[in-house]
């Protein structure tokens, strides 16, 4: 699986953004899809995740962030509402084969990663 992130950018606090993973391959929709974040000395962290039947948030971003696919497309969705300066960062999609609560808010349980997109928030 193969994947590519789209639609960051530079937005004011209180903003919006949606961004895009566009996925190729076989079995795309056997696959949970993640989005991570890092920003400079920090760890990479969970932002959310859509399985089968579930969708999965960080506690930070309930409320704000949607996640979402469309499997025509193939491609997953965060749509971000509500932008706060700590939501800057490089936000990753990733594709995991597990699909237990557990399991995909851990970065080591995706197998697949695209390449960052930067989402910058300024007060």
């Known amino acids: 699986v193969q994947l590519q992130a789209s639609g960051g950018g530079l937005v004011q606090a209180g903003g919006s953004l949606r961004l895009s993973c566009s996925a190729s391959g076989r079995a795309y929709n056997q696959y949970t899809l993640g989005w991570f974040r890092q920003s400079p000395g920090k760890e990479r962290e969970f932002v959310a995740a859509i399985t089968y039947s579930d969708t999965y948030y960080e506690d930070s971003v309930k409320g704000r962030f949607t996640i979402s696919k469309d499997n025509a497309k193939n491609t997953v969705y965060l749509e971000m509402n509500s932008l706060k300066p700590e939501d800057t960062a490089v936000y990753y999609c990733?594709?995991?084969?597990?699909?237990?609560?557990?399991?995909?808010?851990?970065?080591?349980?995706?197998?697949?990663w695209g390449q960052g997109t930067q989402v910058t928030v300024s007060s």
């Open positions: 990733a594709a995991s084969r597990f699909s237990s609560a557990v399991e995909v808010t851990t970065s080591i349980s995706y197998i697949y």
